[in-house]
């Protein structure tokens, strides 16, 4: 009965994205190629003092997004340390200075890894105008990112990628905001929360006095799911009954994670001229998903483990009303995308249910990732995967017309050593230096050994991968965990960003070369299963060893 439960649950996220597919992948590229501007996007062009008629190089549109960044997380963190003199800080004060840089790198880096519980540490000031608007901005900083990409192989002898300034207006005013409204409207149908009650202090059946907290709940809901980006308005995240209330929302809520991810493909599709070419990267996409899903939950669903056995069943940490099914779909939708929501405390899988999410970010968080941070790193994949095929048969790759050169594979290749190089050494520097290494066995680790092994492993995890979910048993609120993580996140969204910039100058300038016979057709299945082996291999030839330090170790124990 449950793996039918499994296969009915698949059938229809399958079912919904390929009836939404085509329609929006069309809008969206419609929304970053057209040549008319809105005339509200107009009036921010004249305020911000921008001509929306210029594009820019790749050095101009990377400065655009470390600046805007910058502010970004200047405004975050200066909200959180003036929050007792703001309106509806709900008599809060001001989180510590190494928790507030961790928030503001947090929901600027598109993460929203959260050291600390929202409902007792941020007012609605704090979540409204700093975090939410976050939301907003670093997913449309991410869906520019990938389009500029997309425009360096579809542009020829070009200096320019397009306009970030553009791309980001457009990507929220015609994309994220009317999407997130309607969806907010869906989620305040289906009983998530939305008002400004503070806390309600109301008397239990055991006749104890508990305080509930309130909030505008569903506006942020919408845009964390849809932005790929994760932060819970409560400390439960979307396992609270307030965020998350039934079977239906959660369908709901994996939908929104997976909407634009797995819709860009066609946007790539479109813009280089090649719909096949947008098939073969949903393949890959939707390939590593479903095996993700399969394993994670016939692991859950076996339940090994003394607990479990006892019990009948992995339900710890779990909630009821979505069962075993319904938290290991949330789950793989929530690492694979980036989103680091969580609706189940993967804490509390089993050890080899455990190892599934963390694999999700190891690889990349390729099935499908983040907005336009899952479609941007599976096309550097797709440039390796190309320079590997022509080692092979001996010639020049080629990628959609455009060779891959010294350059090209140079930055490709320093993109992929980017993040093994922070989660390995986050997690080093966590057990090799005296002084941390005590702070983080005494005051973080819930539990000590192999599994406490796993949960720092996690976190840097999940911040050089920009998702922010946890293995929830780590206490992060420390001076070295907050200021660690928080740098690593910067790192892991920005320094990526400048090499796809800098691919897609490099590319943007080439002219197209036509295909020959020795060409690799890069949208036939010989292509899907290779993208997705090189995928696979790097990150297990990176993370093979740590992993069989942590997760691994404790599963076969």
């Known amino acids: 009965m449950s793996i039918l439960t499994a296969l009915m649950a698949l059938f229809t996220v399958a079912a919904l994205i390929a009836i939404i597919y085509r329609p929006f992948g069309d809008y969206m590229a419609w929304v970053y190629t057209s040549t008319k501007h809105w005339r509200v996007?107009?009036?921010?062009?004249?305020?911000?003092?921008?001509?929306?008629?210029?594009?820019?190089?790749?050095?101009?549109?990377?400065?655009?997004?470390?600046?805007?960044?910058?502010?970004?997380l200047l405004l975050v963190y200066g909200l959180?340390?003036?929050?007792?003199?703001?309106?509806?800080?709900?008599?809060?004060?001001?989180?510590?200075?190494?928790?507030?840089?961790?928030?503001?790198?947090?929901?600027?880096?598109?993460?929203?890894?959260?050291?600390?519980s929202p409902e007792a540490t941020v007012g609605y000031t704090v979540q409204i105008a700093g975090l939410a608007v976050q939301n907003f901005t670093s997913a449309a900083v991410g869906i520019a990112v990938a389009v500029a990409l997309?425009?360096?192989?579809?542009?020829?002898?070009?200096?320019?990628?397009?306009?970030?300034?553009?791309?980001?207006?457009?990507?929220?005013?015609?994309?994220?905001?009317?999407?997130?409204?309607?969806?907010?409207?869906?989620?305040?149908?289906?009983?998530?929360?939305?008002?400004?009650?503070?806390?309600?202090?109301?008397?239990?059946?055991?006749?104890?006095?508990?305080?509930?907290p309130g909030g505008p709940t569903a506006s942020q809901e919408a845009i964390k799911l849809l932005g790929t980006n994760g932060g819970g308005f409560f400390?439960?995240?979307?396992?609270?009954?307030?965020?998350?209330?039934t079977p239906w929302t959660n369908i709901f809520q994996v939908l929104l994670m997976l909407a634009i991810p797995f819709s860009l493909p066609r946007t790539f599709?479109?813009?280089?001229?090649?719909?096949?070419?947008?098939?073969?990267?949903?393949?890959?996409?939707?390939?590593?998903?479903?095996?993700?899903?399969?394993?994670?939950?016939?692991?859950?669903?076996?339940g090994r483990g003394t607990a479990p056995e006892l019990a009948g069943a992995a339900l710890e940490g779990k909630e009821q009303r979505f069962g075993i099914v319904g938290s290991t779909l949330f789950a793989t939708t929530s690492t694979g995308t980036s989103t680091g929501a969580v609706n189940s405390m993967h804490d509390s899988y089993t050890a080899l249910g455990g190892f599934f999410p963390m694999l999700n970010m190891m690889l990349g968080e390729v099935s499908p990732g983040g907005v336009g941070s899952g479609l941007y790193a599976l096309l550097v994949l797709a440039v390796i995967a190309v320079f590997i095929s022509g080692l092979l048969i001996g010639r020049t790759p080629e990628y959609l017309g455009k060779k891959i050169g010294p350059r090209e594979i140079k930055l490709a290749?320093?993109?992929?050593?980017?993040?093994?190089?922070?989660?390995?050494?986050?997690?080093?520097?966590?057990f090799a230096?005296?002084?941390?290494?005590?702070?983080v066995t005494s005051e973080s680790i819930a539990n000590p050994g192999v599994h406490g092994m796993s949960e720092v492993l996690y976190a840097f995890t999940s911040a050089a991968n920009n998702n922010g979910s946890a293995f929830a048993g780590l206490t992060a609120d420390t001076p070295w965990l907050n200021t660690a993580l928080g740098v690593t996140i910067l790192l892991g969204r920005f320094v990526p960003i400048m090499l796809v910039l800098a691919l897609a100058g490099s590319l943007a300038q080439q002219d197209i070369v036509p295909a020959t016979s020795g060409t690799l057709p890069t949208h036939r299945p010989l292509f899907v299963g290779l993208l997705a082996a090189v995928t696979i291999l790097l990150s297990a030839l990176a993370f093979l060893p740590v992993l069989a330090l942590g997760p691994l170790a404790e599963g076969l124990m």
């Open 41 to 72: 996007e107009r009036g921010i062009f004249r305020v911000i003092g921008i001509d929306e008629g210029a594009e820019q190089t790749w050095r101009a549109y990377l400065r655009g997004v470390l600046a805007f960044s910058a502010v970004g």
């Open 80 to 116: 959180q340390r003036l929050q007792q003199f703001l309106p509806y800080s709900l008599g809060l004060g001001a989180p510590s200075a190494p928790l507030s840089f961790n928030t503001a790198a947090s929901f600027v880096g598109n993460t929203n890894w959260q050291s600390y």
């Open 150 to 212: 997309v425009r360096g192989f579809a542009y020829r002898k070009s200096g320019t990628i397009g306009n970030f300034w553009v791309d980001l207006v457009r990507g929220i005013v015609r994309l994220l905001l009317p999407l997130a409204t309607v969806s907010a409207i869906v989620l305040l149908a289906g009983g998530v929360i939305q008002n400004f009650n503070g806390f309600t202090d109301v008397t239990t059946v055991a006749g104890a006095t508990q305080s509930i």
């Open 235 to 245: 400390n439960a995240n979307s396992s609270h009954p307030f965020e998350n209330p």
């Open 269 to 302: 599709g479109r813009m280089v001229g090649d719909n096949r070419q947008g098939y073969a990267i949903l393949s890959v996409m939707g390939l590593l998903y479903v095996a993700s899903f399969t394993a994670l939950t016939l692991v859950e669903l076996a």
């Open 413 to 430: 290749a320093l993109y992929i050593l980017v993040m093994p190089t922070l989660v390995l050494a986050g997690t080093a520097l966590s």
């Open 433 to 439: 230096l005296p002084g941390v290494r005590e702070s």
